[in-house]
């Protein structure tokens, strides 16, 4: 099988045409906090990472379904220069989902499922060198800014069937350099050396330090028909965005 995450990464690999677009009526971001009601997610990022927008792409899976999904965007510079990125993506309206979201795990430095709040993901850590055909790379580059050649990235995946069908993918991604950590035209499939998992440790803790995901409490809010909130914190106050 080709590897899953050609198909579901789409923030970050090349698989069709992508545009801004105004943000929906059940989708924001105010404040660094993400809210979706369909499908229900909310993720509060952490600065230093800036909302830049929200982008919209086609994408054909390995399945066969073909759909539009939507990805929102956050960074974290030094001057012009991207030093991490944060991507939350949403793929509507997939009527089936392969069991393994990740496919071929055998070049990913680790793997497996993790929880976030009441949700769990299939997980793995592993490496990315941009080509400038990513739709994330076409999305970021025009706003000026220029991204680093060699990023750590950990991503999130999960089917939701609670309010239609839906992938969420949540993605961290990290500049590397050095000689710990270098990307190439091909992956080692050899286990990562105690330096790198080293390495990894501090990585997994910048990403979790990078955003908190909430429990999809119900709420009623004015307003904001079958909104959810933070537990018993109040909603992000204001216009959409």
Known sequence: ?????????VCLVSLGPLTAVPAQADRFVQ????????????????????????TEFATTT?????????????????????????CIQIIPELLR??????????????FGTCTLADRQYQC??????FTGNEPVVKFITPQGYSLPPCLLAKSFLTADGSTGSYLIGIFYLEAVSGPVFQCGPSRSTAPPSSAQQQALGQFEENCMDAFDAYPRTVREVPGFPGLYGIGDAPLPSGAYK
């Open 1 to 9: 099988m080709k590897r899953s995450l050609v198909v579901w990464m």
């Open 31 to 54: 404040k660094n906090i993400f809210v979706s009601t369909t499908p229900q997610l909310m993720v509060k990022v952490s600065p230093p990472f800036r909302y830049i927008g929200e």
């Open 62 to 86: 390995e399945l066969g379904d073909q759909t539009q999904g939507k990805a929102y965007v956050f960074i974290d510079t030094k001057q012009d220069q991207v030093q991490r990125i944060f």
């Open 97 to 110: 989902f392969p069991a393994n979201l990740l496919g071929n795990i055998a070049a990913d430095l680790d």
């Open 124 to 129: 793995a850590a592993h490496l990315i060198s």
